[in-house]
């Protein structure tokens, strides 16, 4: 073993390490959603964003209020509702007067100026209000009357959508959902779960997290992932697998009179690092076609759609993207 894979085992170890306990606490509070953290966590990790989808009351707000916790990360929350502007989450100018009398206009910064912004119900703002979001979760600055000012690093969002009650809501476009490194999918607890949710958070104590990590440790980890080394094997099976869902380059029928539109470069880009996340997660030194089965789903999901008539035949785009992601691995010749 090279002098360069001993540095970069010892520091996955000891990032791993942070990372096992980072989880540990968080899931102190959210109970039965292993899956769903470390969802997170890969997010992060990437240095992306995520979009956490489920019914309500299903801990999405405290997930994200706890990993601001566990991650030693600045947040702000802002409830999106329809009268929302686009000024109420970036800031604005406002007329001042100086000590000295001479007035002037001074930046008041908005909410989004943190390392951690949930943006809950992200899909009840204007798409005006929405698209206030794109400059800084792309290039990480905002840019007020002409003048830039940089975010915090790190920069993450993680947005929350109910999937079950539409009316009054804004779909968010397709470029927005791109920018989503993840959806991550937030399901129902199982029963037993469920009883451990009961007993946990009806009584008078409230489990609590401690802060794991500091803003520059989740910096050096992002760094690291990138890193990481990534198999051929891992690297074809992520393009055979986004290129296959893409109607246009697809040789299969099913796809082209399926699909309306498929993921572009940035989902391949999204997998490639969402990998070695969650590789890291799991203290490994490189991802392995598991991850990319594992991670298949919520990297396309928001990054596909069914046309009119997929969607009047009543077909998935959940098993769709499962079959894709099973011929892609080379499942089926396995079986």
Not at 32 to 61: I, R, Y
Not at 293 to 302: K, Q
Request: hydrophobic share 45%; net charge negative.
């Amino acid at each position: 073993m090279s002098g360069t894979k001993k540095t970069l085992a010892k520091q996955i170890d000891e990032i791993g390490g942070l990372l096992d306990s980072a989880k540990a606490n968080i899931e102190k509070r959210v109970i039965g959603q292993s899956e769903v953290v470390e969802q997170s966590l890969v997010a992060l990790l990437s240095g992306g964003h995520a979009l956490l989808v489920g019914a309500p009351g299903l801990a999405k707000t405290r997930l994200v209020a706890t990993l601001g916790t566990v991650m030693g990360l600045s947040s702000n929350r802002v409830q999106f509702t329809p009268d929302l502007m686009p000024a109420d989450i970036l800031g604005s100018e406002i007329l001042d007067v100086s000590e000295d009398g001479k007035r002037g206009f001074r930046f008041l910064k908005g909410p989004i100026f943190c390392q951690l912004l949930m943006a809950d119900e992200i899909n009840r703002a204007s798409p005006r209000t929405q698209s206030a979001l794109l400059q800084a979760m792309q290039e990480h600055e905002v840019t007020i009357a002409g003048k830039t000012y940089e975010m915090a690093e790190p920069f993450h969002v993680l947005a929350t959508q109910n999937p079950i009650e539409q009316e009054g809501t804004y779909p968010l476009p397709e470029a927005q959902l791109d920018r989503f490194l993840l959806q991550i999918d937030v399901g129902f607890p199982s029963r037993d779960t469920e009883r451990e949710i009961l007993l946990a958070t009806t009584g008078f104590d409230d489990a609590t997290a401690d802060q794991v990590f500091q803003p520059a440790q989740l910096i050096a980890a992002q760094e690291l992932v990138r890193r990481m080394p990534v198999g051929e094997t891992v690297v074809e099976a992520i393009l055979d697998l986004v290129r296959s869902a893409r109607p246009t380059e697809t040789s299969e029928k099913f796809i082209q009179d399926a699909i309306g539109w498929g993921p572009g470069p940035r989902a391949a880009q999204a997998l490639m690092l969402a990998t070695r996340a969650r590789a890291l997660i799991q203290g490994r030194l490189a991802p392995s076609l598991d991850d990319v089965a594992a991670l298949a789903h919520p990297a396309l999901i928001h990054r596909m759609a069914l046309n009119f008539a997929a969607k009047a035949q009543g077909e998935n785009l959940d098993q769709i993207i499962a079959d894709l992601s099973d011929k892609a691995l080379g499942k089926e010749a396995a079986a």
